[in-house]
């Protein structure tokens, strides 16, 4: 915070947010960096889509600090994008093959409607990570917010994935359809359960796993709340084993311990609501 | 004498689909048929309560309406002629059941829900919480307001809706099992009405609420114990001012014994109460309840009536923990049709009301508001909330959920579907465990489509969309209903 | 849409206006141009007994309408137009007045009512009474300063890095329901409170009747009106802890309830049999500026975003945890609060960040 009554008197224009100016790119070969230190969004993503076109894969953006809309719509699957700073909302939304690496915090909305790709990030989310995600990975090191994998779905080989690393807060896979949702409870700031109230809640499709137990009076009606079997855990090995490369735990360690697997009952859990006229 | 009156039916047997079985004579109740190898109807005992319709295995029955023609005067409709026929021929009063059948159109119909689109979001009742508990009762205006001692303690439903008063005598006791089966299954509560609480309801005692009407009848300090609250009834909507009286033909041994009167004897409820000539009577009745009930809510029913707002608020300042207001559309199990068609007003006009005086007084939070008058659908729940009401009560809907097919025919006795009847080999037919399900079905739906209002509405729990009327529009009301009801037209 | 942000130093210490105008200018695509709004609590120490009216005047008629009506139930110690400077898309102005006054004390005693009823009164008399006059707020040592532009022009407009206050609220507005007006953009503000709003009230219709019941009238067509006005009624004439407050407005669902140990279940099943039309219902995120601090809160589901964050004696809440970067060093905790879990900042208490339901660092570096 700046000091008290620091002002000066002779400020002819108002204090500026961004800046609608072309960020300072530092380019060498395939590999580039960014500054967008108060950059517009617009300028920001004109400038990563014009570098990506010109056959850049290896990008930095460093001095990034709520810039909306980073990576969306990306499709080049060799593109990797590292954001230093904490990006603004919809982060790789329609993301569809990049791989996006966040080193701090990441607002709401990451990975909205994603395809493909992966998206990392080394701190916490927002709220409703992954909503209707039909592809690709979300990584989490610490907590997520509300609603996360809101109506995730899987359509024939697409299967989307998100695992985080710390707790989430309610309504965890809502409406979900397919997919998978992994919740470790490990490097968590928050206190209380691992998962909040209403998890699964209109949950038809797709699976969740949590680490240690879950009380079911947290979960919807529609979903079943069992031990995993060690055939179902190793479904998720692979995606446990991404976690821990990217964010340096221990993969056996982890897939040691129990893991809670909540699922839907019915893939049509209104089928006998409804009477027709 | 000539009987003038010719049949308003015309029962219509397809005799080559009949099976000669002879079930529409064992079903019918009016003693339409006789039967010589196949049946044969007399059109002018019809009801058209479909019991024989739907009973038939041939489906071979049709009920259709006699198309003899009648010189046509819309001065002379033929409904007044046919009344100047009967009481030419009879000399009674003009004596029916169940609504008014005059076509007035309701009011809850001209009103519209609002819905979220974009600036709020709607919510989605199916996955996300979506709360209809409901509390009765008095409470203070502020938390850690001093409230006085005599305060009773509350209600609480787990969804708005309430099974309206219907005595153990006007109704057969498979109807009040049905509705005291569903009442606590659903976390809500059936209403005595003024005829006493049968032994064989005790175990649902905790979702009953007894009523103290002016006959006072099975009213015993046992009574008033069982009840989980006790309403006052000073008047129904479908004969306001008007007394009731069950003939001694529906007084058997078990409505006998629970009326505490001798079988077979006419049962009289005066027209007022005559301890209560005046609001001062009220509250002394009031008190009197609590003190023997050791303080347990006290509501007063009354008939929506032209000065409802003082009335109410009259009610409230006697200390009544709700104000139950029927509509002039309510049912009845006998009424004399000139009160029942003329007398009152709309329960939707008489709630706006007593909802804003009750506000303009400052004591709306000391009495809850309890609806009813022809609730027709969760439509009309939701536009009672929004106009103000804590939680409507079912009668007429309660009796069709069973069978009733609205014939209008409860005074006689002859109730084909075995509800508004005290005849055995009638009473049997309602199995009080099919009739509980009915119940708790048409209650769910009931809740659910209110669940779906409440999101689309963009609010989560009921409190929301009570009394907030600018949820409401009005389609064709004329500026002076608009704003007693405080509801803007569409479009405003 | 709309962003919001409040800062509140716990220690007392006055901040210039222009961090909270940092913090606001990078939410800037949160709202459309159609309104923004600071308030400052401490602002005024060198009259900081005095109410401070301040007012928007659509017309001269309304100025002199509302002044004579000041000096008739008001002893005026300093009226002065508010200062402001020429600013790039900020168009017409009204008329912006500020008055330092104290009741009129004879009027007072013959009014029977308590000093701060009186005040109500004739805010509610001034709004409902003088049409084109707005009383923008009203509190002792605070004021709004708000209109129709984007919150770093407004801020601009109004030179409120000039001012300082250990307590800042301000709004980014995107209107919706109600047309954009100067009167009409946030903060709302009543005595000495003042609130901001991101989100909807779905359930205005009845907060406003209810709140009607009380006195209150609802003249600005808002419901971030009817949100001041509520907390108005609940702590100051009611007594609530902002807990209470918060609790009654955003209340527990009933299955958490039913969870609750029978004592602390009973209280909140009174609380919601009591407070019920005042449920702040719809999505929302609130901040409300008092002169003892800071209360920040979301609706019972979490429809609207709101971030936390501590650094040293500072305590931030924004829409976006950027905005808040933006002026805080290297911050102690960065959170996102729970659904209607309250964050109280209180001026003179240091921050108690176990009421977060979080863990501490200290907990963290032992665990």
Known sequence: MSAVFDTNPATAAPIEGYRPVAPVVERDGATAVVDADHVYYRELNEAIQQLVADGVRDLTIRGVNGQRYIGNGLTETDLRIRIQGVPGQDLGMFLGGPVIDVDTNAQDGVGNTMESGEICVHGSAGDVVGYGMRGGRILIRGDAGYRVGIHMKQYQNQLPEVIIGGKARDFFGEYMAGGRLVLLDLNSQLAGPALGNYTGTGMHGGEIFVRGTVDACLCGREVGVVPATPEQLETIRPLVTRYCEAFGADADGIMSQTFTRIAPVSSRPYGNLYCSM | ?492 | MCGLVGICDTGGTRHSGEDVMRAMALQHDRGNGLGAGYAGHGIYPELPDHYALHLLFENRAALERTEAFIDAYYELERAEAIPTRRTDGIGKAPLLWRYFVQPNAKKLSDSGQREDDYVVYGVMHINTHFDGATVVSSGKNMGVFKGVGFPEEIGHFYRIEEYGAHTWVAHNRFPTNSQAWWGGAHPFSLLDFSLVHNGELSSYGINARYIKQFGYVCTLFTDTEVATYLFDLLVRRHGLSFEDACAALAPPLWSAIDAMEPAARERATLMRDIYGSAMLNGPFAIVLGTNSGMVAFNDRVKLRPLVAAVSGDLVAVGSEESSLLEVLNTPDYVWAPKAGEPVIARVGQPFDITTATLHTTAERSAA
């Not at chain 2, 009949?18 to 529409?24: D, L, M, P, S, Y």
């Not at chain 2, 919510?123 to 008095?138: A, H, Q, S």
């Not at chain 2, 099974?163 to 089966?181: C, D, I, Q, R, T």
């Not at chain 2, 659908?377 to 069709?400: C, E, I, N």
Request: charged share 20%.
């Open chain 2, 1 to 492: 004498m000539i009987n003038y009156l010719q049949p308003e039916f015309h029962v219509d047997i397809d005799y080559d689909r009949c099976h000669k079985c002879g079930r529409c004579a064992g079903q019918c109740g009016w003693g339409v048929y006789s039967f010589v190898e196949r049946p044969l109807p007399d059109d002018a005992k019809c009801r058209a309560c479909h019991r024989c319709v739907t009973f038939c295995p041939a489906h071979c029955i049709t009920i259709k309406r006699s198309d003899l023609a009648y010189r046509e005067n819309p001065n002379w409709p033929i409904r007044a002629r046919k009344g100047v026929w009967r009481q030419a021929a009879s000399g009674g009063v003009l004596l029916t059941s169940m609504g008014s059948d005059a076509p007035r159109g309701s009011i809850f119909d001209a009103l519209t829900l609002d819905a979220c689109q974009v600036t709020n979001p709607s919510i989605d009742p199916l996955r996300e919480p979506m709360e209809t508990r409901t509390v009765i009762g008095k409470r203070p205006r502020a938390l850690g307001e001093r409230v006085p001692k005599d305060w009773a303690g509350r209600l609480t439903l787990s969804t708005p809706i309430l099974f309206a008063p219907m005595s153990f005598g006007s109704v057969s006791l498979n109807v009040h099992k049905s509705m005291a089966m569903a009442a606590k299954r659903l976390g809500t509560f059936m209403n005595t009405g003024e005829g006493g609480l049968h032994a064989d309801l005790y175990p649902y005692q905790d979702n009953v609420i007894v009523q103290v009407a002016s006959g006072r009848f099975g009213v015993t300090p046992e009574y008033l114990e069982r009840g989980a609250a006790i309403e006052i009834k000073v008047g129904q909507g479908a004969k306001p001012g008007i007394g009731g009286h069950l003939p001694g033909e529906k007084i058997n041994a078990e409505v006998s014994t629970t009326r505490m009167i001798p079988q077979g004897t006419d049962a009289i409820s005066p027209a007022p109460h005559h301890d209560i000539y005046s609001i001062e009577d009220l509250r002394q009745l009031i008190y009197s309840l609590k003190e023997a009930s050791g303080y347990k809510p006290v509501g007063v029913k009354i008939a929506a009536v032209h000065n409802v707002g003082a009335i109410a608020s009259g009610i409230v300042r006697a200390g009544a923990d709700y104000v139950y207001l029927d509509g002039m559309n309510g049912g009845t199990g006998a009424a004399p049709a000139v009160i029942r068609d003329h007398v009152g007003i709309p329960v939707e006009l008489a709630l706006a009301v007593v909802d804003q005086r009750l506000r303009d007084e400052g004591i709306r939070n000391e009495a809850s508001i309890i609806v009813a008058g022809s609730i027709k659908s969760s439509a009309d729940l939701a536009k009672a909330l929004a106009l103000g009401a804590d939680a409507v009560a079912l009668g007429s809907a309660t009796l069709l959920a069973l069978g009733c097919h609205l014939c209008q025919s409860c005074h006689t006795g002859c109730c084909s579907w075995g509800l508004t009847t005290q005849k055995p080999e009638l009473t049997r037919r309602l199995d009080p465990e099919e009739g509980a399900q009915r119940l708790v079905n048409l209650v769910s739906a009931w809740t659910h489509e209110l669940q779906e209002i409440l999101g689309a509405l963009g609010v989560n729990a009921v409190e929301s969309l009570r009394g907030s009327r600018d949820r409401l529009r009005a389609i064709g009301l004329d500026a002076q209903t608009c704003e007693i009801l405080g509801v803007a037209p569409a479009g405003r």
